[in-house]
Nanobody, 121 residues
Framework: QVQLVESGGGLVQAGGSLRLSCAASGRTFSSYAMGWFRQAPGKEREFVARISRSGGITDYADSAKGRFTISRDNARNTVYLRMNSLKPEDTAVYYC??????????????WGQGTQVTVSS
């Protein structure tokens, strides 16, 4: 098992950038693929980005491609989501997840509590 804590969210104007961090506990971080999801008010939690155990493979939702970058530092048990060119539609609670490499929430067995990202127009 791994415990996850997100940080780095906040309020930013459209076009701005944020970098989210997800700190993981335990000694098995590198055995998990990691994903970022988000949930806006009144909407389902949706996939944003994922990264393989070694960090060599990444994938993004269409809404994130070209703007967001997921990365991980296994030595620090941390996964990141750099978000550039933010849009108001990016406003959501962002969740870090650990599990198998996948784009559905069912692929992940461990979830953080989320961090709020608000993008003003």
């Amino acid at each position: 098992q791994v415990q996850l804590v997100e940080s780095g969210g906040g309020l930013v104007q459209a076009g701005g950038s944020l970098r989210l961090s997800c700190a993981a506990s335990g000694r098995t971080f590198s055995s998990y693929a990691m994903g970022w999801f988000r949930q806006a008010p009144g909407k389902e939690r949706e996939f944003v980005a994922r990264i393989s155990r070694s960090g060599g493979i990444t994938d993004y939702a269409d809404s994130a491609k070209g703007r967001f970058t997921i990365s991980r530092d296994n030595a620090r048990n941390t996964v990141y989501l750099r978000m550039n060119s933010l849009k108001p539609e990016d406003t959501a609670v962002y969740y870090c997840a650990a599990g198998g490499y996948g784009s559905s929430r069912q692929s992940y067995s461990n979830w953080g509590q989320g961090t709020q990202v608000t993008v003003s127009s």
